[in-house]
């Protein structure tokens, strides 16, 4: 075992899931089920935000695997928005959407 995962493992598990989802480092050599595997709730909320902000900047991938799941995760509306008018419209349609939202 190297020295770096020999910490990584004395660290706090709010430690390591900060260290995965928010700085996005990881020691080498550590075995993959354990690289995006969340072990606090807070790294829970992290890794949807990572994973969600990941999505948004991606944007689609139908050019490598049609359709892909991006697109296929669209509604409608939201398809339309990205056709007409790119990514700066779909973020428009979902801040208007969720400032309707109660609550």
């Known amino acids: 075992m190297t020295d770096r995962l020999r910490i990584w493992h004395s660290m706090s598990p709010e430690r390591r899931d900060y260290d995965r989802f928010v700085a996005r480092r990881v020691p080498h050599g550590l075995?993959?089920?354990?690289?995006?595997?969340?072990?606090?709730?807070?790294?829970?909320?992290?890794?949807?935000?990572?994973?969600?902000?990941?999505?948004?900047?991606?944007?689609?991938?139908?050019?490598?695997?049609?359709?892909?799941s991006w697109c296929e995760s669209l509604t409608e509306e939201e398809a339309s928005?990205?056709?007409?008018?790119?990514?700066?419209?779909?973020?428009?349609?979902?801040?208007?959407?969720?400032?309707k939202e109660p609550g």
Do not use: F, I, Q
């Open 31 to 68: 075995p993959a089920r354990e690289r995006m595997m969340a072990e606090t709730a807070g790294g829970l909320a992290a890794k949807r935000a990572m994973l969600d902000r990941d999505n948004e900047e991606r944007g689609c991938s139908c050019h490598l695997s049609a359709p892909c």
């Open 81 to 99: 928005a990205v056709w007409n008018g790119g990514m700066d419209a779909l973020r428009a349609l979902r801040a208007e959407a969720a400032a």
